[in-house]
């Protein structure tokens, strides 16, 4: 699939296949993500890749909007690592740069026949605690958004959200 038709192409999936996603795939999302850009290429993400429904059914405990996530065979949660902010001037920016590498997975997820959603985790502290609790990472690990993974259930039609009133040529 060429990248304008993947990007064009993607939505959030809300509905999933009770059909497994194989791990090399997987491992292409995250290969996408990895090649994102980042400030000072500092590369300040992990990414936890989820598939025990037990543990996909406790996430419904600390994140209402993860539900989507429960019908999904598989999740990655994409996460920063402040240890890796060596840069001055550049601190904060992993917001940033993982929202870059979820973006590429999502674009990648999309081009390999995938559904995907965004489930926002940061800056929520409820859902952040939630994370660190369940899956026992340490302090200096920050969950930004966990992306429920699967086949879709359902296709829905391609949305124009082309809006030429949001352009500006040189000015406001």
């Known amino acids: 699939m ?9 939505h959030s999936a809300r509905r999933y296949a009770k059909k497994k996603v194989p791990l090399p795939l997987l491992k292409k999302i995250i290969l996408a ?4 850009p980042s400030a000072g290429n500092e590369q300040p993400w992990h990414f936890i890749i989820m598939s025990d429904a037990k543990a996909l059914s406790k996430m419904k405990e600390f994140n209402s909007y993860s539900k989507t ?6 999740g990655i949660l994409i996460c920063a690592d ?21 973006e590429n ?6 081009a390999l026949g995938l559904g995907a959603a965004w489930t926002a985790v940061h800056p929520m502290k409820e859902r952040v605690e939630g994370y660190r609790k369940l899956l026992h990472f340490p302090k200096n ?17 391609k949305e124009n959200r082309f809006k030429k009133e949001r352009i500006h040529y040189g000015k406001w």
């Open 105 to 110: 997975m999502f674009i990648e997820a999309t």
């Open 69 to 74: 996530g429960q019908e999904a065979p598989c």
């Open 141 to 157: 690990i920050v969950p930004i958004v966990f992306m429920p993974i699967g086949y879709m259930a359902e296709k829905p039609a």
């Open 2 to 10: 060429e990248a304008l038709n993947a990007i064009l192409s993607r």
């Open 82 to 102: 402040l240890k890796l902010q060596n840069y001055s001037g550049l601190e904060g920016l992993w917001i940033e740069d993982c929202a870059a590498a979820a």
């Open 33 to 36: 993500g990895m090649a994102a």
